[in-house]
T-cell receptor, first 113, second 110 residues
């Protein structure tokens, strides 16, 4: 099956901890994205990557970091500098950044204890 | 002005009726447009994309784009209770990733 997987589905973080959210795709897509969704809100862009070893900040990158060492993988680290990390995190991919359709993974729900 | 704006709703329609969802966008959003459906607690799933002025039909769904007036709409014919969800409008802003509206919640009453 082709698709995008995210793990874990639920994640709990203590204050001051860094946590890493996994995103893997086997669609052979070049571009990958991370969005954050808060209750009753739309999606806000955290980071995106057009090709391996390259990524750009989105609208709300502070307190987050990413890497893109492989085409298939785009992990997101939520650092202790992110003051309000409780949210639903969505990973997406597409064949190009500008015009092509983005497809989403199932999401990770992060809660700070 | 937000780049993509939607009425948050809820929009309530009876089963079998036409649901009309609207979205306006700013000058910074200028290329392709997308409608996604999101059930509560789930990730968005693509319904339709539209790139040029006019209508695009796919089954019970019709997307309409009017670049002069800067709006894009989604019509759902013969609405079903299973269509009850939040509908997200999104557009491209040049070299950036998609910019999303906050979504319109649709309720289809049996």
């Amino acid at each position: 099956d082709g698709g995008i997987t995210q793990s874990p589905k639920y994640l709990f973080r203590k204050e001051g901890q860094n946590v890493t959210l996994s995103c893997e795709q086997n669609l052979n897509h070049d571009a990958m994205y991370w969005y954050r969704q808060d209750p009753g809100q739309g999606l806000r862009l955290i980071y995106y990557s057009q090709i391996v070893n390259d990524f750009q900040k989105g609208d709300i990158a502070e307190g987050y970091s990413v890497s893109r060492e492989k085409k298939e993988s785009f992990p997101l680290t939520v650092t202790s500098a992110q003051k309000n990390p409780t949210a639903f995190y969505l990973c997406a991919s597409s064949t190009a950044v500008n015009t092509d359709t983005q497809y989403f993974g199932p999401g990770t729900r992060l809660t700070v204890l | 002005q937000k780049e993509v704006e939607q009425n948050s709703g809820p929009l309530s329609v009876p089963e079998g009726a036409i649901a009309s969802l609207n979205c306006t966008y700013s000058d910074r959003v200028s290329q392709s447009f997308f409608w996604y459906r999101q059930y509560s607690g789930k990730s968005p799933e693509l319904i339709m994309s539209i790139y040029s002025n006019g209508d695009k039909e796919d089954g019970r769904f019709t997307a309409q784009l009017n670049k002069a007036s800067q709006y894009v709409s989604l019509l759902i014919r013969d609405s079903q209770p299973s269509d009850s969800a939040t509908y997200l409008c999104a557009g491209h802003t040049g070299r950036r990733a998609l910019t999303f509206g906050s979504g319109t919640r649709l309720q289809v009453q049996p």
